[in-house]
């Protein structure tokens, strides 16, 4: 438990809203059941061949597309900022992975028949910190610098996604993957100069750590 005078500074930052119980139930049951609907879909993209998906899909690459994180780290931030209150990001963010996470990999075992354990679990561990994560996460849409600072965090993850960095070059990996990190930008908008000072900051943190593999080589 958070003792008070911790209670006084994070909400200098962010002042959770209070909402009915019967709303926290209907919103973090839609999460879960929107992780489980996403996580079927994934799964079935994951086994089909790109050849077979119609033409437009695959011109997309979703296959490919979904099986990275950025799609994952995108939702996962819009539903995080946009909770009422830190400890209700976690929850529903939880709620989301487990949805996410059990119907892919429910799904993998019953359908398609086999069970990868040492990438199950990576995602199990990602799921079990999550709740962690998405409670800092929440505190983006605050005030000052520590906002500024979660949220150029946030920048740097999603740029690490949508662009390749080498010694020579930058390139972007893939349309949607720019989309999504035009959309972040949007979700952590709150003033010009807010979001300046965070583009700025995530993109040199995307700079110095762009050599640096953050997910076990599952990225």
């Not at 500074?9 to 049951?29: A, C, D, E, G, M």
């Not at 059941?33 to 994934?42: A, E, M």
């Not at 561990?125 to 000052?144: D, E, N, R």
């Not at 972040?184 to 640096?212: C, D, E, N, R, W």
Request: net charge positive.
């Amino acid at each position: 438990m958070l003792d008070k005078p911790m209670i006084d500074f994070l909400n200098k930052i962010r002042r959770p809203i209070n909402i009915s119980l019967s709303r926290k139930l209907v919103y973090s049951t839609l999460i879960f059941v929107i992780g489980v609907i996403l996580g079927v879909i994934s799964k079935i993209f994951d086994e089909t061949a790109s050849n077979l998906l119609p033409y437009f899909l695959e011109v997309l690459d979703l296959r490919n597309f979904l099986s990275r994180m950025g799609v994952w780290i995108f939702l996962a931030v819009l539903i995080s900022v946009n909770s009422k209150s830190p400890v209700r990001s976690g929850i529903n963010i939880f709620l989301f992975f487990v949805g996410l996470i059990g119907s892919y990999y429910l799904y993998t075992v019953m359908i398609a028949g086999f069970f990868h354990k040492s990438y199950t679990m990576i995602w199990i561990i990602m799921t079990v910190i999550s709740p962690l994560m998405a409670f800092i996460c929440w505190y983006a849409k605050g005030k000052g610098i520590i906002a500024i600072s979660i949220s150029s965090i946030i920048i740097m993850f999603i740029s690490r996604q949508a662009f390749a960095f080498g010694l020579w070059y930058v390139s972007i990996r893939s349309i949607l993957e720019l989309l999504l990190w035009i959309a972040t930008v949007f979700v952590l908008y709150q003033s010009p100069k807010q979001i300046m000072k965070v583009i700025t900051m995530g993109l040199l943190l995307y700079l110095v750590t762009a050599q640096i593999n953050l997910f076990w080589g599952i990225l």
